[in-house]
């Protein structure tokens, strides 16, 4: 270990994805043997103190209370940013001027102006991009899009995609995640922007049009943090869309946080002419698929374990046959794809950069564009 | 049971729902003890070797080769109408105006006009009017509606409703379920009709717009049944459109014909402020309920078998716990309940009539409206 | 169907099990082509008031009470047993030696005595036998059968099977269930009977030894219905024991009335070297099945819904795929097979006469001389 | 942290369980705050190569290939033994003669001769003992014990324990698993070890008595790792057994590895009079439970996902809901456990120690006594 060339990582951010980012760093040279070696150098954020002690508790090395002064910083290889929405067209920039490499929590931006400074910016940069779509590196999604791409499934005729989650009711007082100027949006940006990125990798297609797209705000009033009296809440609670994939195929999507009895129900489910899949990250582990080829007598839904070293995607790094993964480990998965792709390797999958990440941003624009004006919305009309 | 008042019935068609309905009036005297006594008394059809056949199979007492002179005929009481739905009309109308009472399988009628005429009949009419929208009647659908009603849900958030098969893969011939003029329209009036009916039924609330509604025939030739040559098919292969219900719910629906691995996958999930509902028709003795009024400890969705006699509806008539009905089962709790209604008594949940029906025929509409203009239609634009 | 020779048939009794024979010799008819037309001829029980009552609401031509008289009658056919299995061996001998066929309820009957006493007369005798295990005939489990023969499961290594009801809590009063006397066992005769025949049925092997069997009574005295005092319970709870099949496979079986939450979980996983088999009843139309020869990649348990018309059996009688079965269609599809028997022709699987079915009794017998030795004992000793 | 006190470990063995330590060592002080700060303070294995690759990779601060002299270390406070049972022993007595707490991988040893030695060198040392049975610490494991220990489930009847593997089919060689002298067993000391810790643990009773064991071993011969030819296999393929609770409950224990299908399938079904508890490792995060004390119209099992912070053990530490765990959480659990235990504090769910060790080995060995003697066998007998 010691002869591989270190990567110096500046994290920006200590919140839940600081934790998962700074997890996953950490652990992929345990499980993986990583071509570069990750360094945890150095953890900024706001708070002094706060990121003393986050520095302390997962080890980086030093910490800073100025990010854009770190980045400056001549050892600094990759600037991970893991901050609010609204603070990723900022950060990146300076971090692609200043000649880093940048991995970026998603969504890409707030607002879809944000997003394309930030694809012109990687465009005359030499650093590399990601952004941090960690469910594509679920095992199970991961070999979804391999047996898609492998043509297993023929052609593709639907897909169906949700992002339910339940923890929004009206007990929940008015945080920042309901206000718009922190937010961006609600359970849209939040949610939906998985649920379309999973469903672009999966599927490999675009989206060429949506329609008839609902964003409701169940929930108008919470209580504020400061008095306790009601305030507006400025984001969605919930927004549905229709679409077409630019193969052909249908397509229904939705991002909810008031779907009572579903915690973290991210999924798809996906026909092809020759078979389909079905995923839903509550069981994680597992992807169901049906093939249509075989003999009929026996066709049925296969629940996949996707936990084989050797036929699933990373699990030679983990542990013998269901004995599961859990939610942090597609972090690490992808720590190990940026480290690859770093070195000049190829990913295990397809790792999503700025421009990737934009495509994703349209369509979430192209469908607040579609309730707003109740009509069908081409995906040329937004960009 | 020699006692009780005979109900003679004129069934017109011997098709998959002439089986049903036969076998449904013969089990209904058996496993229930309903107030009147249904006599099977006449089954019409064109072909009169046919219907000879089918009435010594059946134990219908005659057949007949003119439902138009049989329904003129004295003793009949109640004309049932099994034929396709081009027919409708004309039968529901003729029999209205002999003054018998009418049960018309679903869809109501092929067009909007055909199915206003029949709303118009029926409110002139001395007769009473049922249509066969069978999946009210499986236990666990008239359960979910009871446990709505009862507002054990509280209120109605989210509705999600997709009826797919996957039987029409391009091996299958051009058959006239895939011609316009024949079958009015493909998955969508077949499947579309049911999950529009039973989510009315079950969340007790009307639809109030669509929007968004793609419409898509995926195999756009068939082999001809005649030559094996190519010819079009004029109907829809699948139809999706997202919705609005009039207590503020945001909902989805998609009929499919090609959606690999789903072969009756009729099903919804509603999602509450205090609980929600799941049924999938492939597994029909099934509701799945999620309580969040308990414990927070101990919340999951509870797979509940409708099958208890007492709590589960129309389950005194079958077997102990656990002893699974089947699909014909809905059909005889129909006619159970259709037999209570024309006794003046009141049925295990609401019967549909043609009034409801109507409804149902309008949100189809509205559907294929958005398709072609690309917008939202609200439904008070189809009358 | 005016054509096909008649089957006159005498049914004994009338309870649960005499309703689902009367509905399957009118069922078998109208959705099989039977090569013998079954004639409900006479129904004979105890009470004639009752018996009449009976024969009116199930098209019984004639009723009688009085079943020896009856079975004596030179037009019957088939004699039907349903009642009590104390009652089996008196009326299946008188039968037999009548010259009649004979289809009995299981057990077979209460004691191995009774039972070889059978074996003896259906030796002797010029009708046939048959023993109504109608498990046998839920199509995925006949489909299981297949599967196993087809030799897809390789060579057979583990069976687990189990029986579990829930229904006798403290509540349930000293019905003759309770009562040794009537019932001869309690959870083993009802329940283990089912799942050593369905296994024996399935692997194709017989139980060489068992060992180990436990015989429980958790509730030992119940409410009398006469006086509501307590009152001694003299049969089983539950039964468990294990067993070697003589193809070397290890097994273990298990039937209670009181493992909470299983309403009428009658189930069996079966692995072999090449694939394994599960099924529960609560899930009828299902059979899950694992394929071990396919790509390690795509492995996993496929749930299969044994509704396909032409790949599982009895399907081609009833309805589309995945409009499902229920637990009565398991006895009209055993009809269709008697009256496939009879006329000499084969039936869709095999079907247990009583010398099947002492090979059952046995089983049953073993495992109580193991219970009360605390030894293993091989079949052999059971004679 | 820097005011904690350290606990200096000393781990021995590097292979799979050394992994899974070190990981748990190392993640517990990053998502919990112990009370006691665990060191990594010294590896120990044969191979002086490895052993120092191994500490490189997983941050441990020294090496050693001498664990005695490790062990008498005088900075050591805790031995951690990862190594082969046939081990156990003699590390343990020495590090517990030396005063060090031990925390000992299961099964406790290949002998209950072994076994015993341990139990009291444990009564005569200062130090604590603690046994490595990780799937107590799996959230819904510890669950399921909260619930019973509650009430919730009442009184317990029925034990249904398997832990089901399918490795091992005929293309595996010779490995050591596979022989007598250095495995102890097979799937009995490997995955019944399991079982019986966790049923023990769930239902807070001991096991009186056992029944009826079957040992088998399917595949003789193996091919041998040095020339290929076929060698002796002298453990076990699977083992069954039937037991007696000291509670009155009736169970069935079985360990194999060729039941195909059943990749990891560790897993318990529990009913009692009040209610009953389901899982399955392969979907580790999911209890199920049937409370049979609610309406009897809603009643089902429910699927809780066992990952509310608040509600589910040891989720405060982790990710919010149904952002699942994985398999080696369990030991991080564990490792947070065993740190509040040396502190003086109460662990969250009761912490195995040599003594409660030996009572699940005592079980171990009476069931094999059962399969020899083909008999019933007291444990009062097994010392």
Partial sequence: MANRKPLNILMIGQGFMGRAHSNAWTQVRKFFDPPLMPVLHTVAARDKQKVQEFADKWDWLNCSANWRASIDGDDVDLVDITTPN???????????????????????????????????????????????FNYRRCPAVAFAHKLVASGKLGEIRHVRASYLQDWADDSVPLMWRFQKRHAGSGAHGDLNAHIVDMTRFVTGSEIAEVSGAISE???????????????????????????????????????????????????????????????????????????????????????????????????????????????????????????????????????????????????????????????????????
Same sequence: chains 1, 2, 3, 4.
């Fill in 86 to 132: 609204n603070t990723h067209a900022d950060m990146a920039i300076a971090a692609l001027k200043a000649g880093k490499h940048v991995a970026c929590e998603k969504p890409l931006a707030n607002t879809l102006d944000d997003a394309r400074e930030m694809v012109r910016a990687a465009r005359k940069a030499d650093g590399k991009t990601f952004v941090w």
């Fill in 217 to 383: 705000t169940f929930i108008k009033e919470r209580k504020k943090l400061t008095d306790g009296k009601p305030g507006r809440v400025s984001v969605d609670d919930t927004v549905l869309f229709l679409a077409r994939f630019d193969n052909g195929a249908v397509a229904s999507f939705e991002a909810a946080r008031q779907a009572t009895g579903n915690q973290n129900r991210n999924g798809f489910e996906i026909n092809g002419t020759k078979g389909s899949v079905k995923f839903n990250f509550e069981r994680m582990n597992e992807l169901e698929y049906y093939d249509a080829t075989t003999d009929r007598a026996v066709q049925g839904w296969a629940t996949i374990i996707c936990t084989h070293a050797g036929d699933h995607p990373y699990l030679e790094a983990w542990w013998p046959d269901a004995h599961l993964l859990g939610y942090e480990h597609g972090f690490t998965n992808m720590a190990f794809d940026v480290l690859l792709a770093l070195a000049g390797k190829k990913p295990n999958v397809p790792l999503p950069d700025f421009e990737d990440a934009y495509q994703t941003q349209r369509v979430l624009a192209a469908a607040l564009v579609s309730a707003d004006e109740k009509r069908a919305v081409r995906l040329s009309e937004v960009r």
